[in-house]
């Protein structure tokens, strides 16, 4: 699975990918929304190689994104199948982690676009869904960019988060494949 944008390219992993995805996520910013925060390079290494299972096993999965213009890699971004925990499954979801360096300039709304296209066009699913604790600002209004629709009465506990910490309450977002327009003649 490879897909192209105008300024990205999602690719699957490669070996050269792990120094700089482990940096993005030894750093507290960007994991600041995560439970537990920071990775060390043996758990980014071990996030990469279920990545590629994954992408084996299901045609899909969550992708290495590499600037076209640079090659430099500016995070992961993707498609997967959602852990049991989450209510009302089997779900297919959508998720980022894009370093710092290359926040706020379209990169994660363009790559997620592109991955929802696929979605419907390609694996021809009927829905996506995306959660996130309640408090991941940035990561609910780019799911909401994206069409995502989230609904009070389906927030759940991560409960691999422990009681009290502000990152267990989460919010389930949903979009629907977007209905084929009718032929006409
Ligand atoms: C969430 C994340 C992927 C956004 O990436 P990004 O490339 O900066 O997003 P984009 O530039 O495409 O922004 C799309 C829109 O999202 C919103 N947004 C992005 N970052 C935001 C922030 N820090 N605060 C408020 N809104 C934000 C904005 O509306 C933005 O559009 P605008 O820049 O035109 O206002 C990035 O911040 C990230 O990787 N965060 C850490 C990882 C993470 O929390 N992942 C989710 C865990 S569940």
Redesign the pocket.
């Known amino acids: 699975m490879q897909l192209e944008t105008q300024r990205l390219r999602l690719r699957p992993w490669e070996e050269r990918d792990i120094a700089p995805f482990a940096v993005a996520n030894a750093d507290p910013e960007?994991r600041?929304?995560?439970y537990p925060a920071i990775l060390t390079r043996a758990e980014t290494a071990a996030m990469i190689a279920d990545c590629a299972r994954h992408l084996a096993d299901h045609g899909f999965g969550f992708l290495a994104v590499e600037r076209k213009s640079d090659g430099a890699l500016i995070?992961g971004l993707g498609l997967s199948r959602a852990g049991q925990e989450i209510p009302g499954g089997p779900h297919v979801e959508i998720?980022?982690?894009?370093a710092r360096p290359?926040?706020?300039?379209?990169?994660?709304?363009?790559a997620a676009s592109a991955c929802l296209d696929h979605a419907w066009q390609t694996l021809g699913l009927g829905e996506v869904i995306g959660y996130?604790s309640r408090i991941?600002?940035?990561?609910r209004?780019?799911m909401e960019?994206l069409g995502m629709r989230s609904d009070a009465t389906e927030d759940f506990d991560d409960v691999t988060v422990p009681e009290g910490n502000p990152l267990r309450p989460h919010v389930l977002y949903r979009v629907k494949a977007a209905a084929l327009s009718p032929i006409t003649s």
């Open positions: 960007v600041r929304y995560y995070g998720g980022w982690i894009l290359y926040w706020r300039q379209g990169y994660a709304l363009e996130t991941n600002h940035p990561s209004v780019l960019k």
